[in-house]
């Protein structure tokens, strides 16, 4: 039996509906006005590279674009997120990483796609050095989870990561700045306030205003039902997709965990959430059809759209 979180999932017309509302979303935050015309475009390029996600890797065992629609509901409940133009192209090269990284799933002779996969997180981790916590976990995956990790495949990752670093290099040199790439790094070993007095710790969360507190609180309990749904019903789906969504899985929980114990990240590591939550969500809305996943899938519309109400008018 179809209900309405399958007809709505399994629909044509579902994304460019939501495509709309996210343009509608973007105006009213201020797309127009304050000419965030570069925020903009990397949310589009974002929502693109997700949709070709879903459809090269086969995602969803039917027809559905919730992919990138739920990556676009829950950007859109994040308005505080739209001026950020660092955080948008480090979205846009975190996702832009899953292509070449699944591409080379049981590859370990073909160093090419790792190299791409990497390359994309040395881009983004000019711009938010604290990605790089993210590349063990990616050379865990090519061991376990994708298969693909050789001397070749290694060598290649690291390749990828510094190369970003060797064109920025030739500008600090002209320039005779050392201080800079010093000071970029440094910020690695800078744990506060993981390691600091409890006071200091509540006073980063309290910076972070109401906006980001009711989202991250309304956000995750939507992230976690997708992935505890995924874990008891992957059986059903193909042993690749079933490693795909491991990595998924696992980048939305230490994106998570981030977000708590480094939250004066938040704008970056939860975007990386979203972006990697989307797909376990996707999936529990477009392949559940019970009574009581059509009230969720309805609750989940709800609150999202509500959400992203309030955070228009804070």
């Known amino acids: 039996m179809k209900r309405l979180q399958n007809k709505i999932a399994e629909s ?3 994304l460019p509906i939501t495509a709309a509302y996210a343009s509608l979303v973007w105006a009213l935050g201020g797309a127009v006005v304050d000419q965030m015309w570069m925020q903009f475009a990397c949310f589009v390029l974002t929502t693109y590279v997700i949709v070709e996600l879903n459809t090269t890797f086969v995602l969803l065992r039917t027809y559905s674009r919730m992919v990138s629609c739920v990556f676009l509901c829950l950007t859109c409940s994040s308005p505080f997120l739209f001026p950020a133009i660092d955080g948008g192209i480090v979205a846009l090269c975190y996702s832009i990483m899953y292509m070449p990284l ?42 376990f989870s994708l298969r693909s990790m050789s001397w070749r495949t290694f060598f290649a990752s690291l390749l990828g990561l510094i190369t970003p670093y060797w064109f920025a290099s030739l500008w600090f040199i002209f320039t005779e700045d050392i201080a800079t790439p010093i000071a970029h790094f ?11 007095e409890t006071s200091n710790l509540l006073s980063v969360y309290e910076s972070l205003g109401a906006s980001r507190c009711l989202t991250f609180a309304v956000v995750t309990p939507m992230l976690f039902t997708g992935i505890i749904h995924y874990l008891r019903k992957r059986q059903n789906d193909k042993l690749n997709t079933r490693m795909y969504y491991s990595v998924f899985i696992v980048n939305t929980i230490a994106a998570l965990t981030l977000t708590i114990l480094q939250p004066q990240h938040f704008d970056f590591t939860f975007r990386m959430a979203i972006v990697s939550g989307s797909p376990a969500i996707a999936h529990f809305l477009t392949h559940t059809r019970t009574f009581i996943t059509n009230i969720s899938f309805i609750v989940m519309l709800t609150a999202t759209v509500a959400l992203t109400i309030v955070n228009l008018l804070i």
């Open 12 to 14: 044509r017309l579902t």
């Open 102 to 143: 699944f591409n080379g799933y049981q590859d370990r002779t073909s160093p090419g796609w790792n190299f791409y996969a990497f390359l994309a997180l040395g881009v983004a981790s000019l711009l938010w050095v604290q990605i790089l916590y993210f590349v063990p976990l990616m050379w865990i995956f090519m061991v």
């Open 186 to 196: 440094t910020q690695l070993t800078e744990f506060m306030p993981l390691y600091g």
